[in-house]
């Protein structure tokens, strides 16, 4: 009997109904989460909170059924729940503010005993460790939801449901806590379910993604194909647009031809309504007129309409993504209007075209060309999600509507900011989506410390502006006008280079190729092989080099890869220190682009120095790199599931794929007489690929008797690509 509830599901929900007097909340809902991490999506309103709630018991539940490892907990008291290992981390924290951190994690460690401890919390989240003496109520909003996930963390569940995780967190804090999910799924102890309205974050942490909508599940997707349909996004969960399930149709009556009235005069100031205060849903009562209009906000500005239909038809906004190049001056003009003044004029000075953009969440208005009110239309959900009392959603708002308006301009030569680590975090991921070229420079205070979190996988300079940027004063003029000089001439090279390019006849294609030192020789026999077709661009695969390879891709800017070296994958799904993300590959599904495969480094997981290597992984075999990297061989059982995971991806790519398995070993370490050689590991490894790989004409497995750094298999490779890509490289050439 116990054998079979811990095969069950961890989680089954059937036909569960739910009301709120005449409200009918929950429709026939039809869930089951078997075991890792599964998202839950939808927009305000659709009954998502509704089903966290019914599963733990915390409202009545009028039919169906909803067992959790087998065991039917439907209508038990929420104590008993929670006791039989069900955790839940709710919507706003619910944190006491009289008890200390020290305290909440006490209290909740004593429910079930297991591997997460008091200490451990603190190891996974040094903040708070840092914080353990401070009440609730006076964490910021980033440190509240540590505390709450650590909360639920304490109690060991099986089933752990989070209700949006990471709603109103910087983006950095946001990062944290997607991690965080997908070490626990990888750890399999524990079952997660994620409410979330962060699409980025749902579709990164689960395979697959439920969207809901009206009370029921609507349907169930594969992540990766969610997060590369815009249009679906839009659709379901008003993404980008302020979309409906179906399109609205004006219908003329009894056939007749209605004309469009005229579009009002706005030659005076405007009168902007930012949604309604309070967020309408389905049993919620209309919010009175008078709420509304104080909410209004008056500019004297034209506004940018999110409606594409209305948007085309405006000139003025047609005209801001045309026209001579500009460089944007973006930052919080409430606080650092005077500085982000100052480096404007510099750049105006060297005869380019500036524009100052206004990324403030205060509300207040400011002298700018564009202001923060046209940026917050830029957000799915309006205005209202950027203008609220909580300054950490705030700031993740108006950092996707500052996204959203800058993928929308077509004429950005350079971008400049300066201010804090809010600034940075609100400006960063609109300039990581720009293309790698574009000059990108952020002058702040955190650029002393860890930059990765903002600079991501893009080309952006982080300047460190040595005082604070509060005011003008001999320094921070210094440092300020550097960095604006320093951008100007990026810009003005850049606009040169293109210039002068467009006058000559194209270049090679690029090709982006991986590579690890382990295998070095392979790359540079691939390089020298390919050098006079094709332009190749070696990436190193320390986690950012694939995302910046497939930044590139995605972009438009590489027309193949050769991804040799794929051992992030590794570091990924084994806890190492250089992993991917979990959108590897995904940016050659979408793009077709010709791909050709293999196995480097996948013998190996990537660690610091020998005291940093987790717990679980003592009595493994190790390599000492240097005194900063230890290496660990993978095991069969870690080959296996390396192979499966990249076998899901690869049957998903469209274009030509050849991936290739060296026979001799996938390392310079795992090759005979060497310390990885493990030719047992590798045959689990190629195993896996060859049973889950759907091969076709166009998607291929080959096996060479060699190892990855002889010659015969990179020659194997480059014959590949040549064929995958045809010989347009050469012809091209020949033709000059």
Known sequence: MNEARRSSAALEVRGLDVYYGHSHALQGVDLTLESGVFSVVGRNGMGKTTLCKAIMGLVPVSGGSIRVRG?????????????????????????????????????????????????????????????????????????????????????????????????????????????MLLRLGEDGDM????????????????????????????????SARLAADRELQQRLLGVGLHAELEPDVDIAPSGREVKPAPAPRRDGPLRIYISNPTLPTRWSQPVPIARIE????????????????????????????????????????????PELRYIRDIIAESGLRARLVDVSTSGKHSSCDV??????????????????????????????????????????AGVISAGGSGAASLVAPAMRTLPVGVPKLIVSSVASGDVGPYVGPADITMMHSVTDVQGLNSISRAVLANGANALAGMV???????????????????????????????????????????????FHATGVGGRSMEKLVESGQLAGVIDLTTTEICDLLMGGVFPATEDRLGAIIRSR??????????????????????????????????????????????????GRWIAERLNQMDGPVRFFLPEGGVSALDARGQPFWDPESDAALFRALERNVRQTGNRQIVRVPKNINDPDFAAAIVGAFRTLFGRAGARRRLAR
């Open 492 to 538: 003005k090279a850049r606009l040169e280079a293109r210039a002068a390019t467009a006058r000559e006849p194209r270049g090679l294609p690029s090709v982006g190729i991986t590579m690890f030192g382990v295998t070095t020789p392979a790359v540079q026999k691939i390089a020298a092989e390919l050098r006079d077709d094709f332009e190749c661009l070696v």
């Open 71 to 179: 065991e039917d907990v439907t209508r038990r008291p929420p104590a008993q729940i929670a006791r039989l290992g069900v955790g839940y981390v709710p919507q706003g924290r619910r944190l006491w503010r009289s008890l200390s951190v020290d305290e909440h994690l006490r209290l909740a460690g004593g429910m079930r005993a297991g591997a997460w401890t008091v200490e451990r919390i603190y190891d996974t989240f040094p903040r708070l460790a840092e914080r353990k003496d401070h009440g609730g109520g006076q964490l910021s909003g980033g440190e509240q939801q540590m505390l709450a996930i650590s909360r639920a963390l304490l109690t060991n569940p099986h089933l752990l449901i989070m209700d949006e995780p990471t709603e109103g967190l910087a983006p950095v804090i946001v990062t944290q806590v997607e991690e």
């Open 191 to 222: 079952s997660v379910l994620v409410i979330e309205q962060n699409i980025g974050v749902a579709t990164a942490v689960s395979r697959n993604v439920a969207i809901m909508v009206n009370g029921r599940i609507n349907r169930i997707i594969d």
């Open 371 to 412: 202001s923060a009110q046209e940026i917050a239309l830029n957000h799915g959900r309006g205005g209202s999600a950027v203008f609220g009392p909580d300054r950490g959603a705030a700031v993740t708002a108006m950092a996707d509507a500052f996204a959203s308006w800058l993928r929308r301009q077509g004429n950005v």
């Open 593 to 642: 682009l010709p791909y050709v495969g293999s196995v480097g480094a996948l013998d190996m997981v990537n660690f610091g120095a020998p005291d940093t290597i987790p717990e679980r992984y003592r009595g493994r075999k190790f390599h000492v790199h240097n005194p900063q990297v230890t290496l660990m061989r993978t095991t069969a059982e870690e080959n296996e599931r390396m």
């Open 294 to 337: 104080a909410a209004a906000r008056t500019v004297s500005t034209q506004v940018t309409r999110l409606d594409e239909a209305v948007r085309r038809q405006r000139e003025p906004s047609a005209a801001q993504a045309s026209g001579p190049p500009v460089v944007l001056v973006v930052g919080t003009l409430d606080t650092k209007g």
